[in-house]
């Protein structure tokens, strides 16, 4: 398994912008379907967004569509999870995830991904 390192987290205000990073090692990046997800306090891990390995799909959470685009750079093993416009309900634990050997798909379960990152925490305020 690839092993994932999240960054860009922070505190912002209600209407602001963020970038998630998600660093992978491993020379097999390019062969996983990506994803992002988020755990509120309380609440159960949901989905927020994936990307197919050449990043020929992309899927969202409805509560995000329109706000966060998600994209990645298999040169530099990264993905990427830009978030504008966002709200105190966006307020989480984000974490990036990954799935080996789908080609041109995407999955949304937290029980798809066998690969996770350690999480960043995203806090808006209002």
């Known amino acids: 398994q690839v092993q994932l390192v999240e960054s860009g987290g922070g505190v912002v205000q209600a209407g602001a912008s963020l970038r998630l990073s998600c660093a992978a090692s491993?020379?097999?990046?390019?062969?996983?379907?990506m994803a992002w997800f988020r755990q509120a306090p309380g609440k159960e891990r949901e989905f927020v967004a994936a990307?197919?390995?050449?990043?020929?799909?992309?899927s969202y959470a409805d509560s995000v569509k329109g706000r966060f685009t998600i994209s990645r750079d298999n040169a530099k093993n990264t993905v990427y999870l830009q978030m504008n416009s966002l709200k105190p309900e966006d307020t989480a634990v984000y974490y990036c995830?990954?799935?080996?050997?789908?080609?041109?798909?995407?999955?949304?379960?937290?029980?798809?991904?066998?690969?996770w990152g350690q999480g960043t925490q995203v806090t808006v305020s209002s």
């Open positions: 990307i197919s390995w050449n990043a020929g799909k992309t």
């Open positions: 491993g020379r097999t990046f390019s062969r996983y379907v």
């Open positions: 995830a990954g799935r080996y050997g789908l080609t041109n798909t995407v999955v949304t379960g937290t029980h798809e991904y066998g690969a």
